[in-house]
């Protein structure tokens, strides 16, 4: 099964940008659709944004016009670039593969923290 690990999260301001990576290992990465998700203590995982392998791309609305995620196939890996953060932003985010509506087809796993906060 395909698994991924996710990097670049951090401390920063409210107002400030992060980018997160997601490398995918075990598989063929490029057929697969992804997603990023978030979970923040005490409330449910959520999906935040998602790209299908032909990079068509769809957002959750509280991030809509401040997180972009693209992909870049040859290296196996897919980016979330986080701009205007709020601390309401603050979780743990995670990577998985999966299409639309359907559950994740990997294991999650540790994920990255994100904390906004001043």
């Known amino acids: 099964q395909v698994q991924f690990v996710e990097s670049g999260g951090g401390l920063v301001q409210p107002g400030g940008s992060l980018r997160l990576s997601c490398a995918a290992s075990?598989?063929?990465?490029?057929?697969?659709?992804m997603g990023w998700y978030r979970q923040a203590p005490g409330k449910q995982r959520e999906l935040v944004a998602h790209i299908t392998s032909g990079g068509s791309t769809n957002y959750a609305d509280s991030v809509k016009g401040r997180f972009t995620i693209s992909r870049h196939n040859a290296e196996n890996t897919v980016y979330l670039q986080m701009n205007s953060l709020k601390p309401e932003d603050t979780a743990v985010y995670y990577c998985n593969a999966g299409a639309l509506g359907s559950p994740p087809l990997g294991s999650w796993g540790q994920g990255t923290q994100v904390t906004v906060s001043s």
């Open positions: 075990g598989s063929i990465f490029s057929i697969y659709a």
